[in-house]
């Protein structure tokens, strides 16, 4: 499993989550976003930017995102597109999409966007709490003890010459 994040819009306090699982886990973490994105000096975390425009990052994510990775992203349509890849998503809110429910959560995208193009007032998200964050660190930990659990062991040394 690779960690994929939608970095242009996630929250400070999410990526230093993220970061710190990485580091602890061993895994490979990329950001990606359209402008410069600071990541701290490991191995295993590196930054991808991509030019400006509409949907680049998530374009450049899709491209890359292999079944079985983790994508990190509040964008609802990436997070459908990296589902039917066979990816996990996981919103810096801690919620995990799936494809049970990653339609409904594009249909109420949709309807909002809808009354927002019709002059109606919707309110933004809510600032992230201390229980998103935890909500967020915890399905992180799970998804990352679940792919720990199903990568195949390495062969054992075979005894020729025994």
């Given amino acids: ?6 970095a242009d819009a996630c929250p400070v306090v999410i990526k230093e989550i993220i970061f710190r699982a990485a580091e602890r886990a061993g895994i490979e973490t990329t950001l990606v976003a359209n402008q410069y994105i600071r990541t701290p000096p490991s191995k295993l975390i590196k930054a991808i930017q991509v030019s400006q425009g509409f949907d680049i990052a998530d374009n ?9 990775d983790l994508v990190i ?5 990436l997070a459908a597109e990296v589902i039917e890849k066979g990816a996990l998503a996981l919103s810096p809110r801690g919620e995990l999409l799936t494809a049970n429910n990653v339609k409904a959560r594009l249909n109420m995208r949709d309807f909002y966007e809808t009354l927002r193009s019709s002059g109606i007032q919707t309110a933004g998200p ?9 909500e967020f660190a915890r399905h992180l930990d ?3 003890a679940r792919a720990k659990r199903q990568v195949p062991a390495k062969p054992p040394e075979s005894d020729k010459g025994a």
């Fill in 73 to 77: 992203t509040s964008d609802i349509p």
């Fill in 1 to 6: 499993m690779k960690i994929w994040v939608d």
């Fill in 60 to 68: 450049e994510i899709v491209r890359r995102v292999e079944s079985g």
């Fill in 126 to 134: 809510a600032a992230l709490s201390q229980t998103d964050r935890r």
């Fill in 142 to 144: 799970t998804l990352i």
